[in-house]
């Protein structure tokens, strides 16, 4: 079992440039996570009653990351590497 602090450590730096927070919510087995823009302090994601019980390990944590992310506006992440670090916003060239 992963323990809360790591499980949240990993899920928000899984959203970086972007700020994330993750909450364990009330009944102590689920998760609500807000991804907002830093600069404009818009809400861009924001995903409650996420089950914990599935999440055990690093593979788990970068998949629901992978989905949350793609359910994110269209641009915010330019490209993600295999670790899941991803390339922010737009280039000069797309303006």
Request: hydrophobic share 35%.
């Amino acid at each position: 079992m992963i323990s809360f602090l790591e499980l949240r450590h990993l899920i928000e730096c899984g959203f970086l440039p972007l700020s994330c927070s993750c909450t364990v919510n009330p009944d102590e087995h689920s998760l609500t996570i807000k991804v907002t823009d830093p600069a404009s302090g818009r809400v861009d994601l924001m995903v409650t009653a996420v089950s914990t019980s599935d999440l055990t390990s690093g593979r788990e944590i970068a998949k629901l990351v992978q989905e949350l992310r793609s359910e994110m506006p269209i641009g915010k992440f330019r490209s993600c590497d295999f670790f899941g670090l991803c390339t922010f916003g737009r280039t000069p060239e797309e303006g």
